[in-house]
């Protein structure tokens, strides 16, 4: 970020802080710039004075602070597939996860970034016991960068919660993550409309083991036990209770680690969590992923964070990009802490137990046609699931 800029064109430069910009054209020439920037016309201040900084690119273009409205420059680098300000999307997609988080009643800042400049956040959500780093990344970005970027949070305390559009991104099985269906932006600021989250989050499970059933115990060298434990995918309804819900720790990041080279990533119940083993390094364990510790990051406001002087470069943009289709609907199985003695199996086969149409499960959230004795929308796995916990 830089609070002044040169404008080639003009041979003058121009002070972002100021209403007027330093310039008698102030709202005409912003008009001009702000979104239609190209290379040639916004200059890095601290190029053109000739203090700039190592690897850093010429050209800049100019952004507008979400929260406080203020003006300020940034680079543009080379091989940034977006050669110009955050789409309406993305800023769409902030806006909406920071007001289902005020909603949730936690506080939620945009555009949150550490003192020492090394992370940017989309939105912090300052959660139960939890900073809960908000991501929306709709454009092309490498596995290593995301790893990276996940890295850099976790070290300031931080959860990651990256939220694609694609089910090709890279952001999937690579930190925690969420997949919702992308929108025209107006859509993603609507009230009341809902948002379903299409992947990123399972729930644990109990089946049967059967003949002709792979079972997870014997797959370990155990006698079986009779039942498979394991996480499916899930849908949830609403993507503001994904951020309500992982901002109160109801739902919680784990890397389900699968062999030595390969890991899943995904959001669980922490109830279902707290069932499985997490010894690391043994096969079809969970391993849990971090629950952060609040770090207090304010955000200074842009005139407070920038010297005239200074050369900011260091805003990162990705575009390395991998077609190969990454999400999976495969189950991943585990192995309780204590694997049930016995289990209630359930008779719904009267057709009392079979909904006119489909509606969100009262335990996992995702669809179902099936109901409980009182008609409550329930899987029957889902509520035999709750009915042997409470017996």
């Known amino acids: 970020m ?9 041979g003058t430069e121009l002070d972002l802080r100021r209403p007027d910009l330093g310039h008698p054209s102030a709202q005409e020439l912003w008009d001009q710039l702000y979104g239609k920037v190209s290379q040639g016309v916004l200059e890095c201040i601290g190029f053109h004075r000739g203090n700039c900084q190592d690897g850093c690119t010429r050209w800049m273009y100019l952004k507008q602070h979400p929260v406080t409205g203020r003006w300020y420059a940034v680079h543009l680098n080379p091989g940034d597939s977006q050669w110009a300000p955050e789409s309406n999307e993305h ?7 920071a007001r289902a988080a005020a909603a949730g009643g936690f506080e939620a800042t945009i555009e949150d970034r ?18 809960l780093g908000c991501e929306p990344q709709l454009s092309p970005i490498s596995v290593s960068t ?26 999937i099985d690579q930190a925690p993550w969420a997949r919702i269906d992308r929108m025209e932006w107006r859509q993603y600021l609507e009230p009341g409309y809902e948002l379903p989250v299409r992947g990123g989050i399972r729930a644990l499970t109990t089946v049967r083991c059967t003949p002709g059933t792979s079972c997870n115990d014997r797959k370990l060298g155990r006698p079986c036990s009779g039942w498979n434990h394991q996480f499916e995918p899930r849908e949830l309804p609403r993507f503001d209770d994904l951020i309500v819900r992982a901002a109160s720790t109801d739902l919680r990041p784990v890397k389900q680690q699968i062999s030595r080279g390969r890991a899943y990533w995904f959001w669980a119940p922490s109830a279902d ?22 770090v207090d990051h304010p955000l200074p406001a842009p005139e407070d964070r920038d010297d005239d002087e ?53 335990l996992c959230g995702s669809l179902t046609l099936l109901a409980d004795e009182r008609g409550r929308p329930y899987h029957k796995v889902c509520a035999e699931n709750v009915r042997s916990q409470q017996r």
């Not at 969590?273 to 609040?294: D, F, N, S």
């Open 310 to 362: 200074a050369c900011r470069y260091g805003e990162d943009t990705f575009t390395t990009w991998n077609s190969k289709n990454r999400e999976s609907d495969a189950i991943i199985p585990v192995q309780r802490t204590q694997p049930p003695a016995s289990r209630i199996v359930l008779d719904w086969s009267n057709p009392a137990h079979v909904l006119p149409y489909q509606k969100p499960c009262r």
């Open 114 to 131: 550490s003192p020492d400049g090394r992370r940017r956040t989309d939105v912090l959500v300052h959660g139960d016991d939890v900073l």
């Open 2 to 10: 830089a609070s002044k800029v040169f404008h080639v064109p003009s």
């Open 91 to 97: 800023k769409a997609l902030k806006e909406r996860i």
């Open 146 to 171: 995301v790893r990276r970027r996940s890295g850099i949070a976790e070290t300031d305390g931080i959860t990651p919660l990256w939220t694609t559009t694609s089910r090709t991104a890279s952001v």
């Open 273 to 294: 969590i707290t069932q499985v083993e997490t010894k690391p390094g043994q096969a079809r364990t969970v391993t849990l992923g971090p629950i952060a510790t609040p």
